[in-house]
Protein backbone atom coordinates (compact mmCIF):
# COMPACT_ATOMS: atom_id res chain seq x y z
CA UNK A 1 0.00 0.00 0.00
CA UNK A 2 1.48 3.56 -1.25
CA UNK A 3 0.76 6.27 1.10
CA UNK A 4 1.28 9.56 -0.67
CA UNK A 5 3.93 11.75 1.61
CA UNK A 6 1.39 14.87 0.82
CA UNK A 7 -2.15 14.83 0.99
CA UNK A 8 -3.59 15.95 -2.48
CA UNK A 9 -4.86 19.51 -2.33
CA UNK A 10 -8.27 18.25 -3.98
CA UNK A 11 -10.59 16.46 -1.07
CA UNK A 12 -12.67 15.15 -3.98
CA UNK A 13 -10.03 13.52 -5.95
CA UNK A 14 -8.59 12.36 -2.91
CA UNK A 15 -10.74 8.88 -2.73
CA UNK A 16 -8.60 7.93 -5.78
CA UNK A 17 -5.96 6.06 -3.81
CA UNK A 18 -8.22 2.82 -3.27
CA UNK A 19 -7.10 2.73 -0.12
CA UNK A 20 -8.89 -0.38 1.61
CA UNK A 21 -9.48 -0.40 5.52
CA UNK A 22 -8.99 -3.17 7.81
CA UNK A 23 -12.62 -3.59 9.50
CA UNK A 24 -11.44 -6.84 11.81
CA UNK A 25 -12.46 -4.99 14.79
CA UNK A 26 -15.95 -6.98 15.02
CA UNK A 27 -17.51 -3.14 15.83
CA UNK A 28 -17.93 0.18 14.16
CA UNK A 29 -16.25 2.39 16.97
CA UNK A 30 -13.38 -0.20 17.37
CA UNK A 31 -12.84 -0.45 13.62
CA UNK A 32 -12.96 3.36 13.52
CA UNK A 33 -9.88 3.22 16.13
CA UNK A 34 -8.28 1.03 13.98
CA UNK A 35 -7.81 3.93 11.38
CA UNK A 36 -4.52 4.91 12.93
CA UNK A 37 -1.63 1.99 13.59
CA UNK A 38 1.40 1.29 15.91
CA UNK A 39 0.30 4.59 17.98
CA UNK A 40 2.89 4.09 20.42
CA UNK A 41 6.24 5.17 18.16
CA UNK A 42 5.18 8.41 16.51
CA UNK A 43 7.75 7.57 13.90
CA UNK A 44 6.27 4.61 13.09
CA UNK A 45 3.11 5.93 13.74
CA UNK A 46 0.18 5.54 10.61
CA UNK A 47 -3.13 7.38 10.31
CA UNK A 48 -4.76 6.40 7.25
CA UNK A 49 -7.09 9.09 7.86
CA UNK A 50 -4.42 10.97 6.10
CA UNK A 51 -7.03 13.02 4.28
CA UNK A 52 -11.07 13.81 4.21
CA UNK A 53 -11.63 11.22 1.04
CA UNK A 54 -9.89 8.62 3.45
CA UNK A 55 -12.56 9.43 6.22
CA UNK A 56 -15.22 9.23 3.15
CA UNK A 57 -13.73 5.80 1.87
CA UNK A 58 -13.85 4.43 5.24
CA UNK A 59 -17.37 5.76 5.98
CA UNK A 60 -18.78 4.31 3.12
CA UNK A 61 -16.18 0.80 3.37
CA UNK A 62 -17.60 0.55 6.74
CA UNK A 63 -21.48 0.86 5.47
CA UNK A 64 -22.22 3.95 7.51
CA UNK A 65 -22.52 6.07 4.52
CA UNK A 66 -24.12 4.83 1.01
CA UNK A 67 -21.58 5.25 -2.45
CA UNK A 68 -23.60 7.69 -3.33
CA UNK A 69 -23.74 9.91 -0.31
CA UNK A 70 -20.25 9.40 -0.38
CA UNK A 71 -20.22 10.39 -4.03
CA UNK A 72 -21.63 13.77 -2.76
CA UNK A 73 -19.96 14.38 0.27
CA UNK A 74 -16.30 14.10 -1.98
CA UNK A 75 -18.46 16.85 -4.55
CA UNK A 76 -18.75 19.10 -1.53
CA UNK A 77 -15.51 18.51 0.52
CA UNK A 78 -14.29 19.76 -3.34
CA UNK A 79 -16.25 23.30 -2.55
CA UNK A 80 -15.49 23.32 0.79
CA UNK A 81 -12.27 22.30 1.57
CA UNK A 82 -11.86 24.38 5.22
CA UNK A 83 -14.78 22.60 6.16
CA UNK A 84 -13.82 19.02 5.22
CA UNK A 85 -10.35 19.66 7.29
CA UNK A 86 -12.34 20.90 9.86
CA UNK A 87 -14.91 17.97 9.43
CA UNK A 88 -11.75 15.69 9.65
CA UNK A 89 -10.07 17.27 13.00
CA UNK A 90 -13.44 16.62 14.64
CA UNK A 91 -14.00 13.42 13.99
CA UNK A 92 -10.05 12.63 14.22
CA UNK A 93 -10.87 13.91 18.07
CA UNK A 94 -13.69 11.74 18.69
CA UNK A 95 -11.76 8.66 16.94
CA UNK A 96 -8.96 9.44 19.86
CA UNK A 97 -11.64 9.81 22.73
CA UNK A 98 -12.89 6.12 21.79
CA UNK A 99 -9.53 4.82 21.87
CA UNK A 100 -8.71 5.92 24.98
CA UNK A 101 -12.00 4.82 26.16
CA UNK A 102 -12.14 1.24 25.02
CA UNK A 103 -8.42 0.87 25.55
CA UNK A 104 -8.49 1.70 28.90
CA UNK A 105 -11.46 -0.78 29.47
CA UNK A 106 -9.48 -3.48 27.43
CA UNK A 107 -6.13 -2.90 30.00
CA UNK A 108 -8.24 -2.87 32.89
CA UNK A 109 -7.56 0.62 33.19
CA UNK A 110 -9.53 3.72 34.95
CA UNK A 111 -11.16 5.45 31.58
CA UNK A 112 -9.53 9.05 31.21
CA UNK A 113 -12.52 11.81 32.22
CA UNK A 114 -11.07 14.02 29.01
CA UNK A 115 -11.80 11.45 26.46
CA UNK A 116 -15.57 10.67 28.29
CA UNK A 117 -16.06 14.38 27.95
CA UNK A 118 -14.75 14.51 24.36
CA UNK A 119 -17.50 11.59 23.39
CA UNK A 120 -20.10 13.22 25.77
CA UNK A 121 -19.99 16.55 23.83
CA UNK A 122 -20.52 14.45 20.22
CA UNK A 123 -22.97 12.77 21.80
CA UNK A 124 -26.00 15.34 21.47
CA UNK A 125 -25.70 15.97 17.89
CA UNK A 126 -25.47 12.00 16.97
CA UNK A 127 -28.08 11.44 19.11
CA UNK A 128 -30.49 13.87 17.51
CA UNK A 129 -29.94 12.96 14.34
CA UNK A 130 -31.47 9.47 15.35
CA UNK A 131 -34.80 8.55 13.35
CA UNK A 132 -36.95 5.76 13.32
CA UNK A 133 -37.36 4.89 9.64
CA UNK A 134 -39.94 2.16 8.26
CA UNK A 135 -38.30 -1.15 6.65
CA UNK A 136 -40.06 -3.79 4.60
CA UNK A 137 -41.30 -5.07 7.71
CA UNK A 138 -41.47 -3.04 10.87
CA UNK A 139 -39.23 -0.36 11.66
CA UNK A 140 -35.22 0.19 12.39
CA UNK A 141 -32.81 3.31 13.81
CA UNK A 142 -31.87 5.21 11.05
CA UNK A 143 -29.84 8.60 11.03
CA UNK A 144 -30.98 11.88 9.34
CA UNK A 145 -29.02 13.20 6.53
CA UNK A 146 -28.02 16.67 6.65
CA UNK A 147 -26.76 17.78 3.34
CA UNK A 148 -24.65 20.19 5.02
CA UNK A 149 -23.06 17.84 7.32
CA UNK A 150 -19.04 16.82 6.48
CA UNK A 151 -19.02 14.04 8.71
CA UNK A 152 -22.21 12.02 8.46
CA UNK A 153 -20.55 8.94 9.79
CA UNK A 154 -19.65 10.43 13.16
CA UNK A 155 -23.09 10.12 14.61
CA UNK A 156 -23.31 6.32 14.08
CA UNK A 157 -19.80 5.49 15.41
CA UNK A 158 -20.44 7.93 18.59
CA UNK A 159 -23.62 6.33 18.77
CA UNK A 160 -22.44 2.73 18.68
CA UNK A 161 -19.16 3.91 20.84
CA UNK A 162 -21.98 5.31 23.96
CA UNK A 163 -23.98 1.66 23.07
CA UNK A 164 -20.31 -0.46 23.47
CA UNK A 165 -19.16 1.15 26.88
CA UNK A 166 -23.00 0.93 28.43
CA UNK A 167 -23.34 -2.70 27.34
CA UNK A 168 -22.46 -6.14 27.94
CA UNK A 169 -20.07 -6.49 25.02
CA UNK A 170 -17.51 -4.02 26.96
CA UNK A 171 -16.45 -7.20 28.84
CA UNK A 172 -14.95 -8.31 25.21
CA UNK A 173 -13.49 -5.52 24.13
CA UNK A 174 -9.41 -6.31 23.96
CA UNK A 175 -6.23 -4.94 22.45
CA UNK A 176 -4.21 -6.84 20.09
CA UNK A 177 -1.26 -8.41 22.12
CA UNK A 178 1.15 -7.39 19.13
CA UNK A 179 3.69 -4.74 21.09
CA UNK A 180 3.61 -2.47 18.28
CA UNK A 181 -0.53 -2.71 17.21
CA UNK A 182 -2.99 -1.05 19.16
CA UNK A 183 -5.86 -2.26 17.26
CA UNK A 184 -9.01 -3.18 19.21
CA UNK A 185 -10.97 -5.65 18.59
CA UNK A 186 -14.71 -7.19 20.05
CA UNK A 187 -13.51 -10.78 21.13
CA UNK A 188 -16.14 -12.69 19.88
CA UNK A 189 -14.64 -16.37 20.36
CA UNK A 190 -16.51 -19.10 22.35
CA UNK A 191 -13.90 -18.96 25.08
CA UNK A 192 -12.91 -15.31 24.97
CA UNK A 193 -8.90 -16.09 23.79
CA UNK A 194 -8.71 -14.20 20.64
CA UNK A 195 -5.35 -12.50 21.27
CA UNK A 196 -4.94 -10.51 17.89
CA UNK A 197 -6.60 -8.15 15.72
CA UNK A 198 -6.21 -10.14 13.14
CA UNK A 199 -4.21 -13.73 12.57
CA UNK A 200 -3.34 -13.08 9.07
CA UNK A 201 -1.13 -9.95 9.97
CA UNK A 202 0.04 -9.69 13.73
CA UNK A 203 -1.14 -13.26 14.83
CA UNK A 204 1.60 -14.92 11.79
CA UNK A 205 3.95 -12.15 12.77
CA UNK A 206 4.11 -13.28 16.31
CA UNK A 207 4.17 -16.99 14.34
CA UNK A 208 7.17 -15.93 12.43
CA UNK A 209 8.89 -14.17 15.46
CA UNK A 210 8.72 -17.48 17.93
CA UNK A 211 9.80 -19.61 15.14
CA UNK A 212 12.71 -16.98 14.11
CA UNK A 213 13.55 -16.87 18.02
CA UNK A 214 13.51 -20.94 18.68
CA UNK A 215 15.75 -21.51 15.43
CA UNK A 216 17.70 -18.82 16.63
CA UNK A 217 18.52 -20.36 20.21
CA UNK A 218 18.59 -24.05 18.16
CA UNK A 219 21.26 -23.06 15.82
CA UNK A 220 23.06 -21.02 18.88
CA UNK A 221 22.89 -24.29 21.41
CA UNK A 222 25.47 -26.49 19.10
CA UNK A 223 27.82 -23.63 18.47
CA UNK A 224 28.37 -22.90 21.95
CA UNK A 225 30.26 -26.21 22.58
CA UNK A 226 31.77 -26.30 19.08
CA UNK A 227 32.64 -22.65 17.96
CA UNK A 228 36.38 -22.38 17.54
CA UNK A 229 35.99 -18.66 16.66
CA UNK A 230 37.98 -15.95 18.64
ZN1 LIG B 1 -2.65 -6.34 15.63
Known sequence: MNE?????????????DGYEFELSGGHPAL???????????????????THYGRLVSWGVQAKLVTAKDGDRLRRDASERPRAAAAAL???????????????????????????????????PD??????????????????ATDETDLSPMLAPVVRAA???????ELMRVRECQS?????????????????WCDMKVCGNRAKARRHYQREKTASRRPRKSTSRRS
Open 179 to 195: DTCFWLFLDNSKNGTRR
Open 162 to 168: AELLTSA
Open 31 to 49: DFTNTISRRAAPEDCRDRL
Open 89 to 123: RRVVTVREAIFSLAVAVARGERAPAAALDALNAAL
Open 4 to 16: PDVPPPDPALADA
Open 126 to 143: ALAALRVGAERSGFAWRF
